[in-house]
Nanobody, 128 residues
Framework: QVQLVESGGGLVQAGGSLRLSCIAS????????IGWFRQAPGKEREFVAA????????YYAESVKGRFTISRENARNTVFLQMNSLKPEDTAVYSC?????????????????????WGQGTQVTVAS
C-alpha cells in the first residue's frame, strides 16, 4: 500500500517561492495520478493541482494557474509542486493524494475517493 510524505513547506514572504515534494513508498507509484490539495484554517479543503501517471497532463485550480507548476519524477517516486509569486492567501496545509478525479472531462471540481491515500501535509505560510 502506497504511503505519501510531503516536505518543503515553510514561512516565506509574499512574492517568494517554495517547492513542495511528495515522496511515495510502499506501492507502485507509477500507477497513480497524484494531486495536491490545501486547507486553510476555517476553510474547506480545495484542489490545487494534479498530474497524470505519465506526467504528460497537468491540471490547475484557477487561483494558482501561471504561478504553480506540478511535475513528477517516477524514477524517484516523487511529485513536486513549484510555487512562485506566493500570496498570503496561499497560506494553508498542503497535502498530496492519490487519484483525484473530476466527474466529467474538463470538469473543474475535483474529488477524492474514500480509499485514497493521503500524506500528512506540510504547512505553507506566506507573510504579507
Amino acid at each position: 500500500q502506497v504511503q505519501l510524505v510531503e516536505s518543503g513547506g515553510g514561512l516565506v514572504q509574499a512574492g517568494g517561492s517554495l517547492r513542495l515534494s511528495c515522496i511515495a513508498s510502499g506501492g507502485s507509484f507509477r500507477e497513480y495520478n497524484i494531486g495536491w490539495f490545501r486547507q486553510a484554517p476555517g476553510k474547506e479543503r480545495e484542489f490545487v493541482a494534479a498530474i497524470s501517471r505519465s506526467g504528460d497532463s497537468a491540471y490547475y485550480a484557477e487561483s494558482v494557474k501561471g504561478r504553480f507548476t506540478i511535475s513528477r519524477e517516477n524514477a524517484r517516486n516523487t511529485v513536486f509542486l513549484q510555487m512562485n509569486s506566493l500570496k498570503p492567501e496561499d497560506t494553508a496545509v498542503y497535502s498530496c493524494v492519490t487519484d483525484p478525479y473530476t466527474k466529467q472531462e474538463g470538469g473543474t471540481t475535483w474529488y477524492v475517493a474514500d480509499n485514497a491515500h493521503w500524506g500528512q501535509g506540510t504547512q505553507v505560510t506566506v507573510a504579507s
